[in-house]
RNA sequence: GGACGCUUAGCUCAACGGUAGAGCAUCUGCUUUACACGCAGAGGGUUCAAGGUUCGAAUCCUUGAGCGUCCACCA
């Protein structure tokens, strides 16, 4: 890296690839990215953002950058706001993603199931891969420049959290917050465990509509098999066809090789009489809704359909046939019976699992369910109630707000939450069994049954895990030391902002609403920002089978990371989906690169490269204009950043450094260090806007203005790296604002018009013409800056005037109420001259009228702010004074 | 069935009640010693539709259309 020579060679292009590796290894040693270790860091004031961990199922993809360029752009902006920034990494086990992939991948391999392995042998091979994958993930992370605090680095499966998971389950044990209970669960028959409700995706399909003779009646169902294990048939109570049969019972016999059935009528409100026949055959054992009607109801359960997807002894000859296999077949015995009336199609939802995206088995279980609605001892409020406040009350705010809604919609429709999973790579449930069946939950390994009276030492742990979601849910205390009471915890909790996808609102951000109001008392965090799905260019989600998923690793060589992140960043909002595709990035990287060589014209072009902190005093026009929108776009960049709006402060940046600094001051510039008067003020003002824009880039694009730093105060006594410099001054928006100033932009327009007549009088871009400024009460502020007119018009001889005629044979233009005027002669084509000019007469005209028409309104000039009214008059006097010149330009020509 | 979002230049997006903007793409010129990953200039829009509110609507209201997402779920 070169380390800022006093007229430092740089490469014409910047090449992230050269650089950013090195940068990130010395930010990592400089021991920063820890709060502790930055100067003074132990009194500054905490700003804590917990990485979500990401699964350790392999690589990152360009959501996960998504999430880094965002965490990192808050974490390093307010690092040198002077916050103790604290950002904490890790990853999640993922409990059935991590085992499927797993499994997946022996079964491939080596032909086995984790059975045919073993529990202890598996779970080594889990362990296996999840280092290996954790590996990568590392080093993606390091990849997309995170300022992450490696110290802290944090996994949910390790002893300290297994430890946390364990003492929460026994406090809500000892709370009555969680019960063992046999009810109809989502049961995935691959992955042979339960899955919470929003773990099941809906799939639509077609579908056979079975109406089946069904005792006296007649029954619709989709389900013919679950028939077997029916207890009752439903009715809406209002429904006079059947209204006299509720209450009865009758025997229902499916023919020969079936247990033949009691069904009872019932009555129930949510059946719709207009579906079908307005009969629903319940079945406990196989449906939420209808174990719900079975247990108002106090119904029997016949539970058909095991855990292996098979058909149970209950289910008669049909024992062993697997669920589809037991459909066809007893479809082929009703239809032998005459007892299938008509099959009609429909099109319905097929519940699948969200991991393996295998039908979902609705059957009753014995599992753990956590109590949603029991109000808590001593709180006074359910889970569901604590969670809900913590939103309704303020103590957590999410971007955008409408999610705050959708939240509020799932949370107060909340059912049991089951968090027992029949999968081995997880946390054990911390729950024991005697031969009795009596149940003792524990800290540590019990040696006697804590049933009263019962002294079995004859204990075996429960064999299942917890939902992943139970120990991520306790990410931002867990992480930070919890159940012991750590510095960390009391001095970094409640975190500050927490930035995921609002793909997993409910997965995730609920859940740790819940648990973390529970344990802790506290809102886990202040704020949750949530940013859209990434997608490609034509719109569609990334995946795999379509094969346009964009690897982060693999842009990153191309384009560079500030690129990268730039593209992530900019273009996008909060909540909504965005897309990226490589001309996207191709773009940002030419940014990059145009930073760099704004910066590389700034450092060879002063006699002495350092820095310039002290805003310098103005000596020009354009240094006070750039001095000015300097400040204000600080001022307008920060208060976007601090409202969570970084695309729109990001393009506010972008068109200062490109177009103001490096199109129009740097152009300026030039033209004032030919000035032996003016050398070293430009020099300080260059140095000075340098300084302060790669510190305002710096949370966007860490690495090139890193680089750059190193070259502009790499001399320096005590020079410190630009991620730990502080932000720039920002001014108040009054300061900003009285410095404001419409001379400069009037200036850009003249060039702006010289330039428009030059290119369509095709005039060559080196040949220098004369020019006639005809300019009233503006002449002396062109005449102060004539100079700067002259160089970036090309015009050899210019002639700036109060009052005036056009030459002739000249060409002319309108701006401002300045006439410019261009005597090219032979050049200018009278005929085509005068068709140009009728053609901004008319535009002119029309626009006066509808001014004119507009201060004539009483309605407009009584109701209209005076603000308003003031400006349209004096656009129309100036509109009608350009108006005039082009008259009379007209009669000359 | 319920809720939400989007619809503005060819594409991606800004303008949030006062003459519709930017980037990319297109076209025309430029080896102007920071940058061709560049410079200068240009063309391109009944702001999805129809009503309404207002002196004034892309912006607010109503209705509708198309696209998308989430939730619930039908047996």
């Known amino acids: 890296m070169l380390r800022g020579p006093k007229k430092p060679e740089l490469a014409k292009a910047y090449d992230a690839s050269q650089v950013e590796d090195g940068i990130y290894a010395r930010w990592e040693k400089s021991g920063y990215f820890d709060p502790d270790k930055l100067p003074g860091g132990k009194k500054k004031k905490p700003f804590t953002i917990v990485l979500p961990p990401p699964n350790a199922t392999g690589a990152l993809h360009v959501g996960h950058a998504t999430m880094l360029a965002l965490q990192d752009l808050m974490i390093r902006y307010k690092r040198m706001r002077g916050f103790a920034a604290l950002w904490l990494p890790g990853t999640d086990h993922a409990s059935i993603a991590t085992q499927t992939r797993v499994e997946k991948n022996i079964q491939e391999q080596e032909k086995k199931s984790r059975h045919d392995l073993g529990r202890t042998e598996f779970l080594r091979r889990v362990d296996e891969f999840v280092e290996k994958s954790r590996d990568r993930i590392r080093n993606q992370i390091r990849k997309m420049g995170s300022s992450i605090d490696w110290s802290r680095e944090a996994y949910t499966l390790d002893a300290p959290r297994s430890e946390a998971v364990i003492e929460i389950f026994n406090r809500m044990y000892e709370d009555g917050l969680v019960y063992r209970g046999e009810r109809v669960v989502n049961w995935c028959v691959r992955c042979t465990s339960t899955l919470a409700d929003d773990e099941v995706e809906y799939k639509e399909q077609k579908a056979k509509l079975y109406f089946l003779k069904y005792g006296p009646f007649s029954v619709a169902t989709t389900r013919p098999e679950t028939k077997l294990g029916d207890t009752a048939v439903a009715a809406n109570p209002s429904d006079e066809r059947y209204k006299k049969w509720i209450g009865k019972s009758f025997e229902l016999d499916w023919g020969k090789g079936t247990k033949p059935l009691t069904i009872r009528v019932i009555g129930d409100h949510e059946v719709d009489a207009n579906f079908g026949s307005g009969l629903v055959g319940v079945t406990p054992a196989h449906s939420a809704v209808d174990f719900r009607m079975a247990e108002k109801n106090k119904l029997s359960v016949i539970k058909v359909i095991g855990e292996d997807g098979r058909m149970l002894e209950t289910a008669g000859k049909y024992k062993g046939m697997t669920v589809l296999e037991a459909r066809h077949a007893f479809v082929k015995d009703l239809e032998a019976q005459g007892l299938i009336e008509k099959v009609e199609e429909l099109t319905n939802n097929l519940s699948a699992c969200y991991r393996c995206a295998t039908a979902i088995e609705p059957l009753t279980s014995l599992q753990w369910f956590v109590d949603v609605n029991k109000k808590i001892p001593g709180r006074g409020k359910s889970l569901k109630e604590l969670s809900l406040d913590a939103v309704r009350k303020g103590g957590v705010k999410i971007i955008p707000e409408r999610f705050e809604k959708v939240y509020y919609h799932w949370m107060e429709n909340l059912r049991d939450w089951c968090v027992s999973r029949q999968i081995w790579f997880g946390h054990r449930i911390p729950a024991w069994y005697c031969p009795d069946r009596h149940v003792t939950v524990a800290r540590t390994v019990p040696k006697v049954c804590g049933a009263k009276g019962c002294g079995s030492k004859r204990l075996t742990q429960d064999s299942d895990t917890f939902d992943t979601w139970f120990s991520s849910g306790t990410w931002t205390f867990t992480t930070l ?18 930035e995921t996808g609002y793909d997993i609102l409910f997965f995730w951000v609920a859940r740790m609403i819940l648990m973390t109001t529970y344990v802790m008392k506290q809102v886990p965090f202040k704020t949750v920002y949530l940013h859209g799905l990434v997608r490609d260019e034509q719109g569609r989600k990334m995946s795999k089978s379509l094969g346009n998923v964009l690897d982060p690793l693999d842009v990153i060589p191309k384009y560079g990371t500030d690129a990268v992140r730039l593209s992530l960043v900019l273009g996008t909002a909060p909540g909504a989906d965005a897309k990226v595709w490589d001309e996207k990035i191709a773009g940002y990287r030419n940014f990059t690169n145009k930073l760099w060589n704004v910066s590389r014209f700034i450092l060879t072009s002063v006699s002495k490269v350092r820095r310039e902190s002290k805003k310098p005093t103005p000596k020009t026009l ?100 630009l991620m730990i410099e502080s932000w720039p001054r920002v001014v108040t928006p009054a300061e900003a604002g009285a410095q404001r100033s419409r001379d400069f932009d009037l200036i850009r327009e003249v060039i702006g018009a010289i330039r428009n007549v030059r290119s369509e009088y095709k005039v060559e871009p080196a040949k220098r013409v004369d020019a006639t400024l005809i300019a009233g009460t503006k002449a002396k502020l062109l005449k102060e800056n004539s100079d700067v007119i002259r160089t970036l018009a090309r ?39 005068k068709a140009r000019l009728e053609k901004e007469k008319a535009n002119l005209e029309g626009f006066v009228k509808s001014l004119e028409a507009k201060l004539g309104n009483r309605g407009y000039t009584d109701n209209a702010p005076k603000g308003i009214v003031d400006k349209t008059r004096a656009m129309l006097a100036e509109k009608r004074e350009e108006l005039k010149k082009i008259v009379a330009a007209l009669a000359v020509t």
């Open 795 to 833: 015009i050899e001889t210019l002639t700036i005037v109060a009052k005036g005629e056009k030459p002739k044979d000249a060409a002319s233009a309108m701006v401002g109420g300045i006439e410019a005027c261009l005597p090219l002669a032979g050049m200018v084509d009278p005929a085509k001259e």
């Open 481 to 498: 030391g919890w159940p012991k009471k750590t510095p960390d915890l009391k001095r970094f909790h409640p975190t500050d902002v927490l």
């Open 622 to 721: 354009a240094d006070r204009w750039i001095l000015a929108r300097l400040e204000a776009v600080t001022a307008q960049a920060s208060a976007h950043i601090e409202k969570y709006e970084f695309s729109p402060a990001g393009e506010l940046l972008r068109d200062f450094s490109w177009t103001e600094l490096a199109d129009w001051y740097l152009e300026i510039a030039k033209i004032q260090m030919q000035d032996t008067k003016l050398k070293a003020s430009t020099e300080k003002v260059l140095l000075h806007v340098l300084e302060n824009v790669l510190k305002l880039w710096h949370p966007y694009m860490p690495f090139v203005t890193e680089a750059i730093w190193d070259l502009l105060a790499g001399n320096a006594k005590g020079k410190k790296f």
